[in-house]
C-alpha cells in the first residue's frame, strides 16, 4: 500500500534515450479502489543513472501524489503546483473531470510541463516567477532548440493553465499577482507556410495510390475529415441512405477517444461519387461488416487502422514526390487536402459559412485566416484585372482626346 501512495519510478524506452518516469495512484472517491492516475516524466537515465539519483530529482520536483491542500500565500512551488495540477486535471481517465479533455490534449501539456517548464521551475516558488524571465528562457528554447512560435505558445498555455488551476483550486491569490504567467509575451506568429494542391496535383497523386489508399484519400480530400477521423470510421458510421457520415471517434496515438470537439462531431455530407468509390472498396476489403473499420491495419488484421504517420510517410509522401510535389515534410500530409479543399471552395466563390461548415470549424476566422488560400495563379490574375483595369482608363482618355482634335 505504502508504494501505491507514495508512487514509483519506472524506466521507459524513448528514441533519444530511456527515461525515468515517476508513477502513483490515488484512491477512487466512488469505491476506494486504486487506480494508476497519472505519470510525470522525471528526467533522461543518462542525467540521473541510479535509481536514487532518480528520486532525488523527484523531491527536487516536489513529486509528491500526497501533497495536502496549501494555504493561500504559502510558499508553493511550480513544480507542487504542477504536479497537482497534472494530478486533478489531466487523468487519463477523465470521467470525473468537470471539463472532458481529449487524450491528445492530455498528453500535449503533460508533455510540454515535464519536458520543458518542470525542469527550468519545478523547484521555483510559484509566486516568485517572473514574466521577463520566462520570456528570456522562451528566447532560449527558441535559439537552442529551434522551437516555433506556436510551440513556445503551447508552453506557455500549459503554464498558465496550472496557475489558473492553482488560482481555482484557492492555492493562489485569485488576482492577476497569483498568475505572473498572465503577463508573459509570446508572439504566436508561424513561418509555417502550408502546402496548397492544385487539382491536377490532387489526381497525380491519387493515380499512383492503391484502392484503400486512394479511398482514403478521396474521402479525405472531398470531406475535409481530419485523419483521425477517417482512420476511426466504421462502415456502420457510413449512412449511404441518408448521403451522410457520421463522427463517432477518433484515433489518436494509436488509441480511440471522442472527435475533438462539439463542432467536430457534426455529420458531414457524402456525395453519390464518393459514396461510389467507397462502395467500390467496401467490395474489395477484407472487412466489410458493419462494425469492422473502414481503412484497417492488414497487420493488425482489422483490430486497429494503421498509423497516421506511417501511412504519410510510407504512401502519402511517396505519392506526392511522383505527382512532382515538392515540400519539405511537415508542411505536407493527409491536413494538405483539408486546407486545399476549403482553398478551392473559397475560389469557387461558394458560401464561407458553407465552408465553415464543411470543415466543422467553431469560428469563422480560423476557416478564412488558417485554411484558405490563395493560389499563386489566382493572385497573378487578380493583379492583372486590376492593370488591365487601371490602363484601360488611359486608353480612354487617349482616343477621347484623338476624338476631340479631330473635330478641331
Partial sequence: MARFQNGWLQKKPRKSGDIWVFCYRRQRPEDGAWVQATSIKVGKVREYPSEEAAWRRVEELH????????????????????????????????????IEKAYSTIRKYKRYL??????RWGATPALAVQPPEVEDWLRELKNKFALRNPTLGEIRKAMNNVYVHGQRQGFLPRTPDGNPIGFVRQSLVSD??????????VLDILDTLDLMHRTMVITDAATALRVSEVLALQWCDLDFTDQLIRVRRAYVERRFGPPKSKASKAPVPMHPLLAAHLLAWRKETLYPNDEDLVFPSLRLKGTKPPAANMLVADYLRVAARKAGVVA??????????????????VKMRVDVKTVQEILRHQNLKTTLEIYAKSMPADRLNAQGMFLELLFSHRRTELIG?????QDQ
Avoid: K
Fill in 328 to 345: 519539405p515534410p511537415r508542411t505536407f500530409g493527409f491536413h494538405t487536402f483539408r486546407r486545399t479543399l476549403a482553398s478551392v471552395l
Fill in 192 to 201: 509555417f507556410e502550408p502546402v496548397i494542391l492544385t487539382l491536377p496535383q
Fill in 114 to 119: 515535464s519536458r520543458w517548464a518542470l525542469p
Fill in 401 to 405: 482626346s484623338a476624338l476631340v482634335g
Fill in 63 to 98: 513529486l509528491n501524489p500526497n501533497q495536502s491542500p496549501f494555504e493561500v500565500g504559502a510558499q508553493l512551488l511550480f513544480g507542487e503546483l504542477a504536479a497537482h495540477y497534472i494530478q486533478r486535471e489531466l487523468p487519463e481517465d477523465q470521467r470525473q473531470a468537470t
